[in-house]
């Protein structure tokens, strides 16, 4: 297996943008991905930005801050952009000798990011500098294996947004079915009809200050659940976690708006998770962070055991309702509001089980079995998306472990 040193293929970039022709500001977040940036720029000199073009890569030589990732990424999707000063810019020199996606391919592998953490050095701040990156080793086959590593890289990642693509439609139209059921009061009367748009009967709720159709009921969400409480409260520490096995720990970076996120997990004991009954998860159990305005409240969809950190635990009444009619309501606008005006307008505020127990649902026996049934089908397809997900993941990450397998040929071969 021949190494090369990456120094040898890659060099330095430092245009600024003095003409302030280029207005695309973006950023490197830790995922490797080049993202429009949330900074504050007013009254910032934007003439000594940097210009990043296309396929050409920018990182961030601090690594104190990022955990156990480099924040380095390839530009793609523009064919220029700027960033920060505090970016290193650099390109390939040749791209018949690398291809930069070839080489992002490798920057995405954990192996990196554990090699540069290593290497990054100083003392109020750990940092990853250009000598260190360009002393990088890697094997570079020849120029049609590169192609073939990134088409086949690419043929999975395809495939993977297409599936996230499919999975946010069904979330959407999911949500668009409890709001004309349950918020624009058009479910099926008995003839089939949308209910309030043919002349269904409404009365005035007092509790709510609107009109609900006749026959239904106003309920606190903690009556049609099991329970609701919080997790396990605090740190994760070494005395009882463990070094990626044991029983997964979820924490709130770990609710996204795709859904529970399985990668990166943490792990706790098995004689912790044992101890710690109340956080214990069960498949249908919805999450909700305990900061911000609804919580990205996320329904747990997974097999095995798990445990949770600083959460909320909603665990459904399955015979009175389904995880994901809960799920839909707490995704709301109208619960939202139900939760901003607990909060008392405040968006750093806390999020507790009262906030969330005290909240009014719309509740009508057939309706919402109905309803709970038709949402079932969504939240199936959903997880057997998702269930494909993990494995196109899974082939992701193996595409990038073997690159160090591939039959390699010296440059001058």
């Given at each position: 297996m021949?190494?090369?040193?990456?120094?040898?293929?890659?060099?330095?970039?430092?245009?600024?943008?003095?003409?302030?022709?280029?207005?695309t500001l973006l950023g490197v977040s830790i995922k490797k991905v080049l993202m429009p940036s949330i900074a504050n720029t007013i009254g910032t000199n934007m003439k000594t930005y940097k210009i990043i073009e296309k396929n050409q890569f920018a990182y961030g030589p601090v690594t104190s801050r990022n955990g156990d990732k480099i924040s380095i990424a390839l530009?793609?999707?523009?064919?220029?952009?700027?960033?920060?000063?505090?970016?290193?810019?650099?390109?390939?020199?040749?791209?018949?000798?690398?291809?930069?996606?070839y080489l992002m391919m490798w920057f995405r592998r954990p192996e990196f990011d554990r090699f540069a953490r290593f290497k990054s050095h100083g003392s109020a701040r750990e940092v990853f500098d250009w000598e260190e990156l360009c002393d990088t080793q890697l094997p570079i086959p020849s120029i049609k294996k590169q192609q073939q590593i990134v088409a086949e890289y690419n043929t999975v990642t395809n495939r993977i947004q297409l599936n996230e693509?499919?999975?946010?439609?069904?979330?959407?139209?999911?949500?668009?079915?409890?709001?004309?059921?349950?918020?624009?009061?058009?479910f099926p009367n008995a003839e089939g009809k949308p209910y309030k748009s043919s002349g269904g009967e409404m009365v005035y709720n007092e509790e709510l200050d609107k009109e609900i159709?006749?026959?239904?009921?106003?309920?606190?969400l903690e009556k049609l659940t099991k329970k609701i409480c919080v997790g396990f409260v605090g740190s994760l520490y070494d005395s009882y976690c463990g070094k990626e096995e044991g029983i997964p720990m979820l924490r709130t970076t770990d609710l996204t708006t795709q859904g529970m996120s399985y990668k990166d997990?943490?792990?706790?004991?098995?004689?912790?998770?044992c101890k710690n009954i109340k956080s214990q998860l069960k498949k249908g159990d919805i999450?909700?962070?305990?900061?911000?305005?609804?919580?990205?409240?996320?329904?747990?969809?997974?097999?095995?055991?798990?445990?949770?950190?600083?959460?909320?635990?909603?665990?459904?009444?399955?015979?009175q309702i389904s995880s994901k009619l809960i799920h839909c309501y707490l995704n709301s606008v109208e619960t939202k509001k139900q939760i901003q005006?607990?909060?008392?307008?405040?968006?750093?505020?806390?999020?507790?089980?009262k906030i969330i127990s005290d909240l009014l649902f719309f509740n009508r026996n057939d309706t919402t079995d109905l309803i709970s049934k038709n949402l079932g089908l969504f939240q199936a397809e959903i997880?057997?998306?998702?269930?494909?997900?993990?494995?196109?993941?899974?082939?992701?990450?193996?595409?990038?472990?073997?690159?160090?397998?591939?039959?390699?040929?010296?440059?001058?071969?």
């Open positions: 021949i190494y090369k040193r990456l120094g040898d293929y890659i060099e330095p970039v430092n245009i600024r943008n003095k003409e302030l022709q280029v207005t530009l793609e999707d523009f064919e220029k952009a700027i960033v920060s000063q505090a970016y290193t810019v650099f390109k390939v020199s040749d791209e018949q000798e690398v291809l930069p996606q693509k499919i999975n946010t439609n069904l979330e959407a139209t999911a949500q668009a079915l409890y709001k004309h059921w349950f918020v624009d009061f058009e159709p006749v026959g239904w009921s106003v309920e606190r997990l943490k792990y706790v004991r098995k004689e912790f998770h999450l909700v962070a305990r900061h911000g305005t609804n919580g990205m409240p996320v329904i747990f969809d997974a097999d095995f055991e798990a445990n949770c950190l600083n959460t909320i635990i909603i665990k459904p009444n399955k015979i005006g607990s909060l008392g307008g405040s968006v750093q505020s806390v999020l507790n089980t997880e057997r998306k998702r269930s494909q997900l993990f494995q196109l993941e899974e082939l992701q990450s193996l595409l990038l472990a073997k690159m160090t397998q591939v039959e390699l040929k010296t440059l001058s071969s």
